[in-house]
């Protein structure tokens, strides 16, 4: 695959009418490796961050041998391309058919519920052609926990509240191989704090259940870098999470799991936007809330950002602007602020990073807009995580920064 320095070098080359997505499959690779060889357990990767085919691969060529699938479609897209992973149904409510096309056909065995009535979907969904019961069902249970650490709140939509999970772990320890508790603790949590409360609401749960528990997941949640929020290093998470789990009352051989999804995925991609018409401080681009920024219309989130000159050169000095998007919808706004060089103008072009998770997975076709080109680069994500690990080498020799 043809690879390019950078977003200059793709915008000079191309003159990108629309929007070009940029991928950086060294930076995903590094992240996979971070969390393959340094997180106490096991990493699942959630697929819903970033669908990419590409973009799986490189997680799984790096380490990540199980995935979080929430949809059918997600079980069939990631068994298509990876046929050894392990695929872990994680949505806590599925229909019977789909249950049953991921049991039968994909060989999944990993389900999560927060209901006794989804215990009873599965149960009847898994059953074989002589109506008896599946024998290796792995079972986990959602707790409900608080988002309060968390940029983005998961904590309305799912999960068993405390007071009631412990006879729905009980029935669910009747019917399971396997028994593990979940969570999710809200996506970018600024602390590792935010695992420990959690992971005392599993104690509390575990106790009153008095049942024998095989795994704790503690789900996403993990940190990237964007302005505004530079969180504490991954290995703090790490630490607290694994003293933690090691005090819980389980298993003595019991595995601890997590799902990163925008952590493994943040900074795979950034997108080359073209701006087509500047009103002060606000500037008209050719992407926005019904594609990869969707974010940064609908919860305001603020991603770095630099400009590319269609000529010459731009003064140094930044100031704030706003975002308009493509489509003809008052929506199709960015508030930001996104830091940018005073005096661009109309023509010159914005390389928008950190876009990886859910981001480039976001695009739509609202407004006949959404198309584009994906192209590989090979510089530095404009924050990264994990450049404590030394950069692949025949990368860096690569790059030739025409910036
Ligand atoms: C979305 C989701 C994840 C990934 O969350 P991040 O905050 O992106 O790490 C993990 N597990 C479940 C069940 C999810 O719904």
Redesign the pocket.
Known sequence: MHQYPDAPSVARTFAPDEPVILNRPHAAGRAARFFATKFPGRSLY?V??NPSADLIKVLWDNGITHY?V?SIAEVRLVRSILPDATLCF?HPVKTASAIREAYFQHGVRTFSLDTFEEVEKIVEATRDGHGDRAKDLRLCVRLRVSSEYSELS?ASKFGIDLADAGPLLQATRQVADWLGVCF?VG??AMTPFAYVQALERTRAAIADAGVVIDMIDV????PSAYPGMEPPPLEDYFAIIHRHFEALPIAYNAELWC?????LSAEYSSMIVKVEKRRGDELFINEGAYGALYDAAHIGWRFPVDCIARDGERSGELQGFSFYGPTCDDADFMEGPFMLPADIKAGDWIEVGMLG?YGAAMRTAFNGFGQGDVLTVGDEPMASLYTGERVDKRVSDNVVSLR
């Open positions: 959630a819903k961050a979080d929430a994680m998961l999710h996506s970018q789900g996403g949640g993990f799902e990163p999804g925008r952590a998770a």
